[in-house]
């Protein structure tokens, strides 16, 4: 019977215990079982923060000297005059991209570039023809005909003049690819009609650029 009792006791401290604590305000929730996993904390990815100091093993940068699986190998050359002489070393590191990829890169360059280049490459885009980007490149003309990739890729990494940097809307991959397809449109501008090898559009402005080409 004392067993019994001290039992029904102990239940009953604990009952009163349990309902006091959930009569709280009704905004109020209560007490929190284990906070971490209810409340985790928002990582802002790019904001600046100081996690790297609380937690040793937040690290918010790739570990140097690594490469992100599948990706091309860093650009070594920093952005300053000697690193743009330099840059006419550089080599292509894709194979020649086949008719599919090279669609995709003529995609690309028209989305990202013909604005102001003009899908004939010829600076004949709405914002260089309506005045809002000064001095745009025609890249037909002979000095970028004859324009190393290497410095190509440095200067749309990079930006130049008024062009700005492509290095955060195309991957290093992407931007390799758009060179091939600058470069392939180029020697098809130079050797004539091989630029009718495009999409019909690109024909079209191939050949209007072939009149501008000198
Ligand atoms: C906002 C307009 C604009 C866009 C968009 C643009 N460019 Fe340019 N680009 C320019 C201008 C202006 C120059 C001339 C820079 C100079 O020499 O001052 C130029 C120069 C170049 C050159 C010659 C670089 C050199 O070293 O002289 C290449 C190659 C080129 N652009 C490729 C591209 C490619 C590829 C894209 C798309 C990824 C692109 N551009 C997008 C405006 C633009």
């Not at 840059?87 to 991209?97: C, E, G, R, V």
């Not at 990202?112 to 309506?130: D, F, R, Y």
Request: charged share 20%; hydrophobic share 35%.
């Amino acid at each position: 019977m004392k067993k019994i009792r001290i039992i029904l006791s102990f239940v009953m401290i604990i009952g009163v215990i349990t309902i006091m604590d959930s009569c709280g305000s009704k905004r109020d929730p209560g007490r929190t079982y284990m906070p971490d996993m209810a409340y985790s904390r928002a990582y802002e990815a790019y904001a600046p923060n100081n996690l790297a100091k609380e937690d040793v093993n937040y690290v918010p940068y790739p570990v140097e000297g690594t490469i992100r699986r599948g990706d091309l190998f860093p650009y070594p050359l920093p952005n300053d005059t000697n690193g743009y002489r330099m840059s006419a070393q550089i080599k292509d590191p894709l194979p020649p991209l086949d008719s599919n990829q090279m669609k995709e890169a003529a995609r690309l360059f028209n989305i990202n570039c013909a604005i102001c280049h003009g899908e004939g490459m010829n600076a004949q885009g709405p914002l260089a023809t309506g005045g809002k980007v000064p001095a745009v490149a025609n890249l037909t003309l002979t000095q970028y005909v004859k324009m190393p990739v290497g410095t190509m890729f440095h200067s749309v990494t990079y930006g130049k003049g008024n062009m700005g940097s492509y290095a955060s809307q195309l991957t290093r991959k992407q931007r390799w690819m758009v060179i091939q397809y600058v470069k392939q449109h180029q020697l098809a501008g130079a050797s004539g009609s091989a630029a009718a090898t495009d999409s019909t559009k690109a024909g079209a402005s191939g050949s209007s650029d072939s009149t501008a080409a000198k």
